[in-house]
């Protein structure tokens, strides 16, 4: 990595890090202020929801980019650059852009961090690098996932005139509150007066809560299945084929190069928050090239091989639901080797309970975050979950990846099983590092369960 690069991550990785939260938008909006109100100079459309919101994003930043917009997006967590997290026109931003944003922030931090009763957290300076490098690079359209909840998330400070809120289901309950309801409240915060809400499916209780918050500030609220539409969907070898009926106009056969169903509600709400913003049917001309060319790496990502690894990130009940009912369509008649390692403050074993009738069996390991559940405590919930024989640990990623990759693949095999790699953003990370490294000859044996 660039040296310079290097420092600027350390620098930033050295404040609050993105788990530790303080609700407050007042650091953001004065750093801002202080960098000339950058967020104030594009049109934005925001989106927040339990999963799927990256994905989504890159949908929306595809179709806009397709019919000749400028766009900025602002993602997170990244999987393997921090400059991920901040995309110009579809890619990272360079590295030169990068410090130049850093240095801006980081000038004004200091003002703000001297009269603030806490500093400015890794988020919040991120969320303004990214917002006064759209501006620089002077784009038309940011498109802007939140980092945790809503209304005290520190991308919050736009004035969004299309959101889009994506399913609703539990996480981050130490913070968001215990219910989805309280969830949706914390959620319901990105809606801005006058704005078009576009929302996914909602439990009936969650929907209550999203109709109450765009009724109360004069906003407009289209639902999927209700608004608009997915009519028709079938996959193919490379995604899928769908047909969306949107605000404005019908859109068939558009080929998505994302798998699953979800991925197929993700487009129909990304094609809707455009037309929103347009106010206008897009050309389908434009659809087709903007939703068949956008990727989401580590999101039921495919990687060919002897044996075929699928990376996905989900971390929580709701994401492995909507993984084991796409993998039913990505490898039907293939067993399934699970490599998993999850944060220690998740639902796990919601989780597990989730992706074990889709699996042959799970190598439990720990990834590289501090915050890593320990893999003997991961595989003693696997344990209470499958038989105890279909249960391994691995000291690390590296190490269980090559377990479920013999094991999916021995020799003499008839047929290859599938290797599924899951859990967390960091493992899917690990993972991918693993995989665009060169092959090492070490290949761990499979540790039998303790006890």
């Keep these: 990595m660039n040296p310079v690069l290097a420092g600027v991550e350390e620098r930033l990785l050295a404040r609050w890090p993105e788990t530790r939260i303080e609700p407050s938008l007042d650091r953001i909006t004065m750093l801002l202020e202080l960098l000339g109100m950058p967020h104030r100079r594009y049109r934005s459309v925001h989106l927040t929801g339990t999963n799927g919101k990256t994905s989504t994003a890159r949908l929306v930043e595809g179709l806009l980019a397709a019919g000749g917009h400028r766009t900025g997006r ?58 006064l490098a759209f501006a620089k690079a002077e784009v038309d359209v940011a498109v802007v996932e939140v980092g945790m909840g809503g209304r005290w998330d520190a991308t919050n400070v736009i004035d969004a005139e299309v959101s889009v809120i994506l399913p609703i289901a539990l996480d981050h309950t130490d913070y968001l509150g215990p219910t989805t309801v309280d969830i949706a409240r914390e959620k319901a915060g990105v809606i801005k007066p006058g704005s078009v809400v576009v929302s996914a499916r909602q439990a009936s209780e969650v929907l209550d809560v999203l109709q109450e918050q765009a009724d109360s500030v004069d906003a407009r609220l289209l639902l999927l299945g209700r608004n608009f539409s997915v009519v028709d969907r079938r996959p193919v070898d490379d995604g899928q084929v769908i047909t969306v009926h949107g605000l404005h106009g019908v859109y068939p056969d558009v080929r998505l190069s994302l798998r699953g169903r ?22 389908p001309d434009a659809v087709r090239r903007g939703l068949g060319g956008v990727a989401s790496p580590g999101r039921l990502d495919v990687r060919p091989g002897r044996p075929a690894i699928v990376l996905d990130a989900a971390h929580n009940p709701h994401g492995a639901r909507s993984l084991v009912e796409a993998l039913a369509e990505v490898a039907p008649d293939r067993s399934r080797h699970a490599v998993v390692a999850t944060m220690a403050d998740k639902d796990v074993e919601g989780l597990l309970r989730e992706l074990a009738p889709a699996v042959a069996e799970i190598v439990c390991t720990a990834n590289s975050s501090p915050r890593s559940l320990a ?19 691995a000291s690390d990623v590296e190490a269980a990846l090559a377990v479920a990759q013999t094991r999916a693949a021995p020799p003499g095999a008839a047929r290859e099983g599938l ?8 493992t899917v990370a690990d993972a991918e590092r693993l995989l665009a490294a060169p092959p090492t000859p070490e290949r761990p044996m499979v540790q039998p369960l303790p006890g």
Excluded: K
């Design 375 to 393: 893999a003997s405590e991961l595989a003693r919930i696997a344990a209470t979950i499958l038989p105890p024989s279909q249960v391994h640990i």
């Design 419 to 426: 290797v599924l790699v899951t859990g967390s953003v960091v």
């Design 262 to 283: 979800h991925q197929a509600d993700n487009a129909a709400c990304a094609l809707a928050a455009i037309e929103a913003l347009l106010g206008r049917a897009l050309d």
């Design 74 to 131: 602002l993602t997170s967590p990244h999987l393997t650059s921090i400059r991920e997290r901040i995309a110009l026109s579809g890619e990272p931003i360079g590295e030169t852009e990068f410090v130049e944003a850093w240095c801006a922030a980081d000038l004004q931090a200091e003002r703000v961090d001297a009269v603030m009763e806490h500093p400015l957290s890794f988020f919040e300076m991120t969320v303004a690098m990214g917002y």
